[in-house]
Structures are given as structure tokens and as C-alpha cells.
T-cell receptor, first 110, second 117 residues
Framework: EDKVVQSPLSLVVHEGDTVTLNCSYE??????LLWYKQEKKAPTFLFML????IEKKSGRLSSILDKKELFSILNITATQTGDSAVYLC??????????FGTGTRLKVLA | GAVVSQHPSRVICKSGTSVKIECRSL??????MFWYRQFPKQSLMLMAT?????????EQGVEKDKFLINHASLTLSTLTVTSAHPEDSSFYIC?????????????FGPGTRLTVL
């Protein structure tokens, strides 16, 4: 059975802190892994990772994948209150089917 | 990113009625759309994959006769919750992949919150 575990479940930090969010997975026919940020409504796309060891960056966010150890991390540096959200990772099982984790709820205090 | 819309954004209905939710891709053709359900404090669960011009593929445990999916055009997929019951109350989200994209990231609609009384 496909499984995705995100940790920590929730996290409270102060503005300026750096956070690392973890995603471990066991899926059949893995192709890629997606990271999303979900605030009040639908998730917004952050990253897609397909290759191990290649860091993807977007501003203060970065992410990396380890296909051998079956995990990915999402780093956020210099956190801001606007980063408060639920962060979801979703490895694929096949080409289009993505299995979502339950997410890490991040709260950044001013 | 691609723009996906959903209508309605919120619907309240009585138990036993049917509710139709529309998902539209506004700026590209979407041969494949995905329907997810999200209960409070839980993650997105894929319900079905909707393919234009053919029958939808349902995930295990999802009743195809209860959740009717129609993908009649390249820009519109609909999900009809038939004979809705309070346990169907949830956040329903559609997503799609841009057909020209070589990547598989999915673009999500804003979601529809269904409350069944």
C-alpha cells in the first residue's frame, strides 16, 4: 500500500527562523514528487522533483529529493508570517496519480 | 501557472438531493482532470481521474454511481454527488495538468465546499 509520512505534523516558529519539513514515502512506480502550500483553500504548487540530489530553489524555499532513501525535504529560510500554511508533499504512483501526505502545519509568529 | 476554476465555491443542500460541481480549465485544454476530496484537517484524497471523451477511472472505495463524473469537453469536467448525505460534506477540489507541459505538476481549482444538512 502506498504511504506518505510528513513530519513534523505541526510547527510553531518565530519570524526569521529556518525550518525543515520532511516527507518520507513508499509508493509503487515512483516518477516524481510534488510540494504544495495550502492556506485557506486549494493548494498552490511549489516544486516538482524528479532527480535525486538536485536542489530546487525559489526565493527562500528550497527542496531536495533522495530517491534511494525515499524522502524529500523542504527548507524555508528567514520565515515570514506569510509562510504560515499547511505544506503538502505528494509522491507519484505512476505518471499522474499523486498520493498526498497529511501535511505539516507551519505557524510563523511575528 | 495554469488557471482552473470551480463552481460553485460553496453549496449547502438537503440530504437526498444531487449536487453538480463544475471544473473548468480557463486557458488551456485539459485532456485529464483529477477530482480530490479533503475532509477537515486531513489530506487530499484522489477520488477519480477524468479523461475527456471516455469513462472516468475511480479509486478504490469510491462509488462510481454516487460520484458521477463527466468530461465532455477539453475545458470542462463535472462531478455530481448523487443523493447526497451528511457524510458527503467535504471540500472537493479538481486539478489538471497542462497538456503542453512536459512536467506533471497539477494545477488546482479553488475548491467547492459542500455541506449536506
Amino acid at each position: 500500500e502506498d504511504k506518505v509520512v510528513q513530519s513534523p505534523l505541526s510547527l510553531v516558529v518565530h519570524e526569521g527562523d529556518t525550518v525543515t519539513l520532511n516527507c518520507s514515502y513508499e509508493v509503487t512506480n515512483f516518477r516524481s514528487l510534488l510540494w504544495y502550500k495550502q492556506e485557506k483553500k486549494a493548494p498552490t504548487f511549489l516544486f516538482m522533483l524528479t532527480s535525486s540530489g538536485i536542489e530546487k530553489k525559489s526565493g527562500r524555499l528550497s527542496s531536495i529529493l533522495d530517491k534511494k532513501e525515499l524522502f524529500s525535504i523542504l527548507n524555508i529560510t528567514a520565515t515570514q508570517t506569510g509562510d504560515s500554511a499547511v505544506y503538502l508533499c505528494a509522491p507519484s504512483s505512476g505518471t499522474y496519480k499523486y498520493i498526498f501526505g497529511t501535511g505539516t502545519r507551519l505557524k510563523v509568529l511575528a | 501557472g495554469a488557471v482552473v476554476s470551480q463552481h460553485p465555491s460553496r453549496v449547502i443542500c438537503k440530504s437526498g438531493t444531487s449536487v453538480k460541481i463544475e471544473c473548468r480549465s480557463l486557458d488551456f485544454q485539459a485532456t485529464t482532470m483529477f477530482w480530490y476530496r479533503q475532509f477537515p484537517k486531513q489530506s487530499l484524497m484522489l477520488m477519480a481521474t477524468s479523461n475527456e471523451g471516455s469513462k472516468a477511472t475511480y479509486e478504490q472505495g469510491v462509488e462510481k454511481d454516487k460520484f458521477l463524473i463527466n468530461h465532455a469537453s477539453l475545458t470542462l469536467s463535472t462531478l455530481t454527488v448523487t443523493s447526497a448525505h451528511p457524510e458527503d460534506s467535504s471540500f472537493y477540489i479538481c486539478s489538471t495538468k497542462h497538456w503542453e507541459s512536459s512536467y506533471n505538476e497539477q494545477f488546482f481549482g479553488p475548491g467547492t465546499r459542500l455541506t449536506v444538512l
